[in-house]
């Protein structure tokens, strides 16, 4: 008697449709997602306990009067000439604290260029003075913010 | 004589180390990626010198029309009103954690006085670790 062989179907999970719905979610993610920015410009104060007064006529002043409009110790300026003016001071003092103070309407980017210039020529003291600090000084300098 | 039928392999592409690869992927986009929790959309200014800040570090976001958004860097944001409420937003971090860095996440259009607002709050609550959120300057087309 012949021995019968039957066709068995191999038992296996079908997995083509797996790449589909793995890509569709990477697709859900990607387009979904607020990625985070994780850079800055670090800007530490000192404690409380060891407060450094920053005398005005030890440290560079720069003021950003307008956009694109900045002094430094009270005589008008382009960026790189700040640039110039700050590197030549710190070669003097490498500690030199630098004063960055705004007027209230100017774009708030005009402080960061500023920033980050002093990052780049590797400031070590940055100061930036609240607006009740500069109308302190003011009133300390008789009218006019140093 | 018997014709021996030869078994012809069918034309397939093997898919199967697909799905691996793609979950491969979706793992090290989910594990690479950090989402922030302060969701406002604000054009930041650009910078050429970067520092990493702190992952869970307490961030108040400020956009073109005055609204600030904060959180502790856990918890997702909430819009504040007044800037007494951001008061006690930063006292509560404080008291949770004295060392506890704060990100400024401004837009680059806002006046200097917005900023200010904030800041001024954050030096008088005591937070000494402060840093501006940019984004990485462009550099510049070479023609």
């Not at chain 1, 000192?46 to 956009?67: F, Y």
């Not at chain 2, 008061?87 to 704060?102: C, G, H, L, N, S």
């Amino acid at each position: 008697m012949a021995i019968r062989i039957r066709n068995r179907i191999p038992a296996d999970i079908p997995t083509a449709s797996m790449a589909d719905i793995a890509f569709l979610l990477i697709i859900f993610f990607m387009l979904t997602s607020v990625f985070s920015s994780n850079f800055g410009l670090q800007y530490g104060l000192p404690k409380n306990e060891d407060p450094v007064n920053v005398q005005p006529l030890e440290s560079i002043h720069v003021h950003i009067t307008g956009v694109g409009q900045y002094t430094v110790d009270r005589r008008p300026a382009t960026l790189p000439q700040i640039a110039g003016y700050i590197d030549e001071k710190l070669k003097q003092n490498p500690k030199k604290p630098v004063i960055v103070q705004t007027e209230p309407d100017v774009p708030y980017s005009a402080t960061i260029e500023i920033l980050d210039m002093c990052k780049q020529l590797r400031v070590e003291n940055i100061s930036i003075p609240t607006s009740s600090e500069v109308e302190m000084w003011r009133a300390f300098t008789g009218g006019v913010a140093k | 004589m018997k014709r021996i039928k030869v078994q012809r392999a069918g034309a397939v592409i093997p898919t199967a180390s697909m799905a691996d690869i793609a979950f491969l992927l979706i793992i090290f986009f989910m594990l690479t990626t950090s989402f922030s929790p302060v969701k406002m959309s604000v054009d930041l200014a650009e910078a050429t010198t970067w520092e990493e800040v702190e992952k869970d570090a307490a961030i108040i976001a400020i956009d073109t029309k005055g609204t600030i958004e904060v959180s502790d860097g856990i918890a997702p944001g909430t819009v504040i009103n007044t800037m007494d409420e951001l008061d006690m937003f930063t006292k509560e971090v404080i008291a949770t954690d004295p060392t506890k860095q704060f990100i400024i996440k401004a837009d680059r259009n806002i006046p200097y006085q917005a900023f200010n607002a904030v800041y001024e709050r954050l030096r008088s609550n005591n937070c000494r670790r402060i840093a501006l959120l940019t984004e990485a300057k462009q550099a510049p087309v070479v023609r």
